[in-house]
């Protein structure tokens, strides 16, 4: 009697086995919440670190404070000194000398200095928003290969889960069918599932390889590998941003649109230094002589004083000015057309995280029901109360909703770092 019962005893063991680890599987990542908090930001600024105008931010901050200096200067360049000799020693030499020595000061044109000022403290802000507009384009991409990262990983686990049931299940078949109990039909139908499965388990470890590498390229091969062995990638959601009702009100606060306010400043102020600058900048000469004619005569000296004042050129001047009109209308088209789409970017976000956290809840739900079910169909099938298409079948939905919850979850923290990359803000 025991020993007829063996088998039985031996395939309710397995499947004892295999509950725990699908289940643990499916609801464990409901947990990964409460682990590392600043996980998304600390992969961030490892990516940051790595990137060009990371390195070179400071050296153009120095040359816009230096341009700052420059514009603030009481001369349009630096002075220039002249100093020359004349002799007639190689001709006649009757002792004709002169010496020469002249200063020549850069002036500014009217209004030109002031309208220099303007333009130097306009790209030194412009610089300093840009610098943000570059941080958050490194965390668009960040945020892209972290999520993606975690929907493979997430993926991975369930089809390995998949599969160890899958496998567990068509074990228990064969044993069933060399028994007796069950026909070769039902023996290919299980085989076949867990082809299915394998399968799935293949393309999720492609899928997975292929995130890999994507974070790969942002953080570094050592990083990744030391992310990835120490645990790191498991914060699930980012904090929820508020959004006011009232969206005009994030103008100023959005940096692509303060981006683009200061490219129009700085467009403003190029086209009134272009106005002022109508031709070359004169200059004011001083110049000193010292000379005699013949041998004999005393030297005499003189002070010359005098300005060198260019012609003003039509052409340059309306090329110039052409050219900086031209971008400052193209800043203010730009700058409406950003604000316009932004500001809807920020209200179509702000509705796909409500419509992903109701989602993920139906999506959870559907799974917790599921996986009850199979548990239910479980029991009768080993007692013989179902046939195995009917257990194939209760066993292909509740792998099916259990990987709907997961990556639901997923979308909607993807969701929320969508907003808040829409919003302007950096991995928290």
């Given at each position: 009697?025991?020993?007829?019962?063996?088998?039985?005893?031996?395939?309710?063991?397995?499947?004892?086995?295999?509950?725990?680890?699908?289940?643990?599987?499916?609801?464990?990542?409901?947990?990964?919440?409460?682990?590392?908090?600043?996980?998304?930001?600390?992969?961030?600024?490892?990516?940051?670190?790595?990137?060009?105008?990371?390195?070179?931010?400071?050296?153009?901050?120095?040359?816009?404070?230096?341009?700052?200096?420059?514009?603030?200067?009481?001369?349009?360049?630096?002075?220039?000194?002249?100093?020359?000799?004349?002799?007639?020693?190689?001709?006649?030499?009757?002792?004709?000398?002169?010496?020469?020595?002249?200063?020549?000061?850069?002036?500014?044109?009217?209004?030109?200095?002031?309208?220099?000022?303007?333009?130097?403290?306009?790209?030194?802000?412009?610089?300093?928003?840009?610098?943000?507009?570059?941080?958050?384009?490194?965390?668009?991409?960040?945020?892209?290969?972290?999520?993606?990262?975690?929907?493979?990983?997430?993926?991975?686990?369930?089809?390995?889960?998949?599969?160890?049931?899958?496998?567990?299940?068509?074990?228990?078949?064969?044993?069933?069918?060399?028994?007796?109990?069950?026909?070769?039909?039902?023996?290919?139908?299980?085989?076949?599932?867990?082809?299915?499965?394998?399968?799935?388990?293949?393309?999720?470890?492609?899928?997975?390889?292929?995130?890999?590498?994507?974070?790969?390229?942002?953080?570094?091969?050592?990083?990744?590998?030391?992310?990835?062995?120490?645990?790191?990638?498991?914060?699930?959601?980012?904090?929820?941003?508020?959004?006011?009702?009232?969206?005009?009100?994030?103008?100023?606060?959005?940096?692509?649109?303060?981006?683009?306010l200061d490219q129009l400043e700085v467009a403003k102020k190029a086209v009134s230094l272009a106005k002022a600058q109508t031709r070359s900048t004169p200059e004011l000469q001083l110049l000193t002589t010292r000379g005699r004619d013949v041998y004999g005569v005393p030297f005499q000296q003189s002070i010359t004083l005098?300005?060198?004042?260019?012609?003003?050129?039509?052409?340059?001047?309306?090329?110039?000015?052409?050219?900086?009109?031209?971008?400052?209308?193209?800043?203010?088209?730009?700058?409406?057309?950003?604000?316009?789409?932004?500001?809807?970017?920020?209200?179509?976000?702000?509705?796909?995280?409500?419509?992903?956290?109701?989602?993920?809840?139906?999506?959870?739900?559907?799974?917790?029901?599921?996986?009850?079910?199979?548990?239910?169909?479980?029991?009768?099938?080993?007692?013989?109360?179902?046939?195995?298409?009917?257990?194939?079948?209760?066993?292909?939905?509740?792998?099916?909703?259990?990987?709907?919850?997961?990556?639901?979850?997923?979308?909607?923290?993807?969701?929320?770092?969508?907003?808040?990359?829409?919003?302007?803000?950096?991995?928290e």
């Amino acid at each position: 009697m025991f020993r007829e019962k063996m088998p039985l005893w031996r395939n309710f063991s397995v499947w004892m086995l295999c509950i725990p680890s699908i289940f643990w599987s499916i609801f464990a990542y409901a947990d990964d919440v409460k682990l590392n908090k600043n996980e998304l930001k600390s992969l961030y600024e490892i990516a940051w670190e790595r990137q060009p105008e990371s390195k070179s931010y400071q050296f153009r901050v120095d040359a816009a404070l230096a341009k700052q200096k420059i514009a603030s200067s009481f001369l349009a360049s630096p002075a220039s000194i002249e100093i020359a000799q004349k002799t007639d020693r190689a001709n006649s030499n009757q002792g004709a000398s002169e010496t020469i020595a002249g200063l020549g000061i850069p002036l500014w044109l009217w209004g030109e200095r002031a309208n220099s000022i303007g333009l130097a403290d306009a790209e030194y802000k412009r610089l300093l928003s840009q610098y943000l507009l570059i941080q958050l384009k490194v965390a668009a991409e960040v945020r892209d290969a972290y999520w993606s990262y975690k929907r493979s990983n997430v993926e991975l686990d369930l089809a390995n889960g998949r599969f160890q049931n899958a496998k567990a299940l068509s074990f228990d078949v064969e044993k069933r069918f060399r028994a007796g109990d069950l026909s070769r039909a039902d023996l290919h139908q299980a085989n076949g599932a867990l082809a299915n499965a394998e399968a799935s388990l293949a393309e999720a470890q492609a899928n997975f390889i292929n995130a890999e590498q994507k974070v790969r390229s942002l953080l570094g091969v050592g990083m990744v590998e030391k992310s990835i062995k120490t645990g790191l990638l498991n914060q699930l959601a980012e904090p929820i941003p508020k959004v006011p009702d009232n969206l005009s009100s994030l103008d100023f606060n959005l940096p692509v649109v303060a981006a683009l306010l200061d490219q129009l400043e700085v467009a403003k102020k190029a086209v009134s230094l272009a106005k002022a600058q109508t031709r070359s900048t004169p200059e004011l000469q001083l110049l000193t002589t010292r000379g005699r004619d013949v041998y004999g005569v005393p030297f005499q000296q003189s002070i010359t004083l005098g300005i060198r004042i260019p012609f003003g050129s039509d052409s340059r001047y309306q090329n110039k000015l052409a050219t900086t009109t031209a971008e400052m209308v193209e800043a203010e088209s730009q700058l409406a057309l950003e604000r316009e789409r932004a500001l809807s970017n920020i209200e179509s976000s702000a509705l796909l995280v409500k419509t992903a956290r109701l989602k993920a809840d139906s999506s959870e739900k559907r799974a917790v029901l599921a996986n009850e079910t199979r548990s239910f169909f479980e029991k009768s099938f080993r007692f013989g109360e179902t046939d195995l298409p009917t257990r194939l079948r209760i066993e292909l939905e509740a792998s099916d909703a259990s990987r709907q919850a997961a990556v639901a979850k997923i979308n909607y923290a993807v969701a929320i770092s969508n907003l808040r990359q829409a919003l302007g803000l950096l991995p928290e």
